[in-house]
Nanobody, 124 residues
């Protein structure tokens, strides 16, 4: 069992930046691919970004490519999402997820462990 706790979400103006963090409870974090997903009101949860177990490969949704960067610090059992040039359409609850396997996936059904989410609100 891996517990994940997100932090860093808040209200920000369009064009601004935020960094989300996700702290994992166990060192096995370092063996898992990790992902960020988001869910806006009235919409389904969607893929944002994913990184493999050692941070060598990353994947992004087209909507965030070039603006968001996923990274991880396995020594700190922490996953990050740097979000730049934020837009109102980025407003959502952002979830951290651990796959339970080393390879990445963009499909949320492949992720075994989930955090409780952190709210990001981008004002226009």
């Amino acid at each position: 069992q891996v517990q994940l706790v997100e932090s860093g979400g808040r209200l920000v103006q369009a064009g601004g930046s935020l960094r989300l963090s996700c702290a994992a409870s166990r060192p096995t974090f370092s063996t898992y691919a990790m992902g960020w997903f988001r869910q806006a009101p009235g919409k389904e949860r969607e893929f944002v970004a994913a990184v493999n177990w050692f941070g060598g490969s990353a994947y992004y949704a087209d909507a965030v490519k070039g603006r968001f960067t996923i990274s991880r610090d396995n020594a700190k059992n922490t996953l990050y999402l740097q979000m730049n040039i934020l837009k109102p359409e980025d407003t959502a609850v952002y979830y951290c997820a651990a796959r339970g396997a080393p390879g990445t996936s963009t499909n949320l059904v492949d992720y075994r462990y989930w955090g409780q989410g952190t709210q990001v609100t981008v004002s226009s």
